[in-house]
């Protein structure tokens, strides 16, 4: 697209505005009409442990959305000469599922509790006996659930609750809706209906502890809207929240706000049955799309929807990245040491490349990288652990080998229930996150763990908050009748720029050697745990 045409589909507001606040960063890039990110800005947050439960204040995610939008907004007039005044549409996500409950007032009754919380094992254990559907400890009903059970004073004023996403939409647009993928990390959603389980919400209404409260389940959820379909416009004050200064005006079309991994199943093309989708950040996903019922209930599968509803079968890990950024961190600290100063790209690109010269089983390390508690592994707390015999090959080549083959081990203990016991059969599984940005090599790490073919797009770095501009275009959009499916692949999609690895029958082998090791010493870690306070 030649410079004058942005310029007029900036003056115009024929452009589209996704922001995504994720576990490490907020983001918002703008999207012209040929899905092509002409601006960006972001701000670097990090969660807090207060009183035991990981957060985020209120008074940060503001101050990160405008600093991300006044960063982009800044970036429009460097780059093309004209300021931010009009967008098109706009679409809020963020990291999935936790708990922010609201008064009459429209108070926050307590501070925000994140998915990286395992503090809900009661309220989920009961609550998949009642539905015999899985509810994992980050869904806001346990988060609901266990704060009755705690007999917290708060809950008998609850009169909303709902998930970060659908917190800053309700700021921008004044509307309490969520987009079903968010929705269905609240309360099971009813693929049928495309709304909330109505005899699950009967089976809540009817327990005890929860009868005692006047208000009713459905009416404290956030309503339910399918991508494409409008939910509200920015308001004035809206506007104002997103730009202080002043400059951006109100009416811009909202689409449904949705979580990240709704995002990233559209960032990636894998909204269509039996395609899925991995997402490698601070926490790690996979999101497959069922073309079949589940057998059974597993512990370690969600059962969530893609933004426009079909059911998808979602391993969740709670750890993936952390503890890699963290070793890279001290390489950096060395290499500054020593009088060189490497850009992350350049750090990351050099220790990861020399990952390709371990042994296929990283030399008999081991790394468990659990910053918080990982819910596949059942460990209740986090406790980074570096493990090696004095017989192991104990080069830096393993060294950061072990550190990628242990960000994706939980994810690949999940996924081999999928395979192993469920049969899951995909057409297509896409990979996005910063740990593809190095060409191929974690991508290879993972094709190898999974033993499938991995597919790594051109923006596997940032498919979220250009995923949700997506889904803000797809509100906008005026063809009839056009499924998200087919308005993907004929207009966002129609020439992928995308590499695709097979796994290597040597790296499969020594994949599975680490994990049959990772399995075999999961008590030293929890021995780590019992022992190590913080």
């Known amino acids: 697209m030649s410079a ?19 576990s490490t960063r907020i983001k918002a890039v703008l999207v012209t009409p040929d899905f092509k990110t002409i601006a960006s800005g972001s701000y670097v947050w990090e969660n807090e442990l207060k009183n035991g439960v990981w957060t985020y204040s209120l ?8 600093a991300s939008y006044q960063a982009m907004a800044t970036e429009v007039q460097d780059k ?43 309220a989920a254990d ?44 309700w700021k921008l647009s004044g509307e309490r809706v969520l987009g079903i993928g968010d929705a269905s990390g609240m309360f099971p959603i009813d693929s049928d209906t495309k709304d909330y389980n109505a005899k699950l919400l009967a089976k809540f209404r009817d327990v005890k502890s929860v009868r005692q409260y006047h208000w009713d389940i459905k009416d404290i959820l956030p309503k339910v809207l399918l991508a494409g379909q409008p939910a509200g416009n920015l308001t004035t004050d809206g506007a104002k929240l997103l730009d202080p200064k002043g400059n951006l005006e109100a009416g811009s079309v909202m689409a449904p706000p949705e979580g990240d991994a709704g995002t ?47 059911p998808v079968a979602m391993v969740h890990t709670n750890n993936c990245s952390s503890d890699i950024n963290a070793w890279v961190n001290l390489f950096k600290e060395f290499a500054q040491t020593i009088g060189v100063d490497l850009k992350p790209d350049e750090l990351y690109g050099a220790l990861f490349n020399k990952s390709t010269e371990g042994d296929a089983n990283a030399g008999g390390l081991l790394n468990y990288s659990y910053l918080s508690g990982e819910n596949i592994t059942k460990m209740t707390a986090g406790r980074p652990l570096f493990v090696r015999t004095p017989n192991s090959n104990f080069t830096l080549a393993n060294f950061v080998k072990t550190q990628l083959y242990a960000a994706f081990a939980p994810l690949k203990i999940g996924m081999d229930i999928l ?8 057409d297509s599984l896409i990979a996005q996150g910063g740990l593809f940005r190095t060409p191929k090599v974690g991508q290879q790490v993972l094709a190898d763990s999974l033993n ?31 499924t998200l499916e087919d308005f993907l692949d004929n207009k966002v999609f129609a020439n992928p720029d995308s590499t695709t690895v097979e796994p290597d029958p040597t790296g499969v ?18 021995k780590a745990i019992d022992l190590l306070t913080d």
């Open 4 to 22: 004058d045409k942005t310029i007029q589909d900036v003056e115009s507001g024929n452009i589209s505005l996704g922001i995504e606040l994720g």
């Open 59 to 66: 008074e940060n995610v503001w101050t990160g959305i405008q």
């Open 126 to 169: 009961e609550l998949t006996k009642l539905f015999d559907f899985n509810i994992p400890q980050r869904w806001s009903i346990a988060h609901l659930y266990q704060a009755i059970l705690n007999q917290e004073d708060h809950v008998k004023d609850v009169t909303f609750f709902t998930t970060l996403a659908g917190y800053v939409h």
């Open 80 to 122: 093309y000469g004209v300021p931010l005044t009009k967008i098109g549409s706009v679409g809020v996500s963020a990291m999935m599922h936790g708990y922010m409950a609201f008064d009459a007032k429209d108070q926050l009754l307590v501070p925000f509790r994140t998915w990286r919380n395992n503090i809900t094992e009661q």
């Open 264 to 310: 990233g199943m559209v960032g990636t093309n894998a909204v269509r049955e039996r395609t899925g989708n991995i997402s490698a950040g601070t926490s790690a996903f996979s999101m497959v799309v069922l073309d079949q019922p589940m057998k059974a209930v597993h512990r370690d599968i969600d059962l969530v929807t893609t933004p426009t509803g079909l």
């Open 419 to 426: 395979a192993n016991e469920e049969h899951i059969h995909l």
């Open 509 to 526: 082998q020594g994949s599975n050697e680490f994990i049959a090791g990772y399995k075999a010493a999961l008590p030293v870690e929890g």
């Open 452 to 482: 499938t073919p991995i597919t790594v797009t051109s923006n596997a770095g940032e498919g979220g908050p250009w995923g949700m501009a997506v889904l803000g275009f797809y509100v906008a959009d005026k063809t009839a009748n056009e």
